[in-house]
């Protein structure tokens, strides 16, 4: 018998990492050294806890943006919802109905921005800008300004509680992540997901019904945020008209960081709980060297600029 000969296994390529990935490593280095206490046990499961809500929206964004949408209502229908959760499950006592009734509300608006950017053709950035001041001013007017308090102490179990050794909230993102990597990449929906970004035309020429797939995509946003509701109700132990508001543009930042194409129909989850979690450690840990807020966006809005930048340049090249 002739000797087989072993082929040397290959090195793994540096330039095969995403570069949101260096970027999280080069965050937590930086701020391991500068921010006291950004590597203690309490502050990094803190900024998991975080990042779970935001994941929330931004994998749903993902697939908006994949069909070159934008959906700049999200931080304002998540306070919506809160406020209809808690005054919901304050009126019943049932936590259930609240939810039921913030999914309800959630996925009404997502319809809303699908049905005015599909069937109408209107700009995504112009609906659902439209979206954000009904929404925040609904969320304003029915909870009169102030923060809805009283709901049920159970509620708070979605955000303290564990299971299996593991805060709920990061069950619950990680259950959402499976389940849009599944409708993302194992079924026909998350085929056309990807076509109406880059070949929307073929579609239409196969005969795929093009404006309930676009519909479809912001309408599971809206049930997205809708379940983002119950983490943050639980969270402020209320419903707050402006708890979320901005958080859209941290959702857009994750997307964007993580590499998604605004045109192309190029993206991926993965990459974008990357992004999420490159947000962020970003916020955690300006907070802890006391950074004010507008500082925070500015450097959140820098590192957006960087890495469409360098997604530029890697075209050109």
């Not at 937590?28 to 990042?51: D, E, K, R, Y």
């Not at 259950?175 to 970004?197: C, D, P, S």
């Not at 946003?221 to 543009?249: K, Q, Y």
Request: aromatic share 6%; glycine share 12%.
């Amino acid at each position: 018998m002739k000797p087989s000969l072993a082929l040397p296994a290959r090195a793994p390529r540096l330039d095969a990492v995403p570069g949101v990935a260096w970027l999280l490593l080069a965050l937590c280095a930086v701020f391991s050294i500068t921010a006291p206490g950004f590597l203690s046990g309490a502050n990094l499961v803190n900024v998991l806890l975080q990042a779970s809500v935001l994941l929330l929206l931004a994998l749903p964004m993902t697939l908006i943006i994949l069909t070159e949408g934008l959906d700049l209502s999200m931080g304002a229908s998540l306070s919506l919802c809160t406020v209809v959760l808690a005054s919901v499950q304050i009126a019943t006592g049932s936590i259930t109905l609240g939810l039921g009734a913030a999914l309800l509300v959630a996925l009404m608006l997502g319809l809303v921005n699908g049905s005015l950017v599909a069937l109408f053709e209107l700009p995504p950035f112009v609906v659902t800008l439209g979206t954000l001041g009904a929404a925040q001013g609904l969320a304003l007017v029915a909870a009169e300004g102030r923060t809805t308090m009283g709901v049920a102490d159970g509620l708070r179990w979605f955000w303290e509680g564990h299971v299996l050794g593991l805060p709920v909230p990061l069950w619950t993102a990680t259950l959402v992540w499976a389940a849009l990597h599944v409708l993302l990449y194992r079924t026909r929906f998350g085929t056309r997901v990807f076509a109406l970004g880059g070949n929307r035309e073929a579609l239409r020429f196969a005969g795929i019904p093009v404006q309930r797939s676009l519909i479809a995509v912001y309408a599971l946003g809206g049930l997205c945020v809708g379940l983002a509701s119950l983490l943050m109700t639980a969270r402020v132990n209320g419903g707050h008209p402006t708890a979320a508001i901005g958080m859209e543009f941290d959702a857009i930042a994750a997307v964007a960081v993580g590499g998604t194409a605004f045109e192309r129909g190029k993206g991926s989850l993965t990459c974008t709980v990357l992004g999420v979690l490159a947000v962020g450690v970003m916020r955690n840990g300006l907070n802890l060297l006391s950074m004010p807020s507008s500082v925070q966006v500015a450097a959140v809005g820098a590192v957006v600029i960087l890495a469409l930048g360098i997604d530029a340049w890697k075209d050109r090249t």
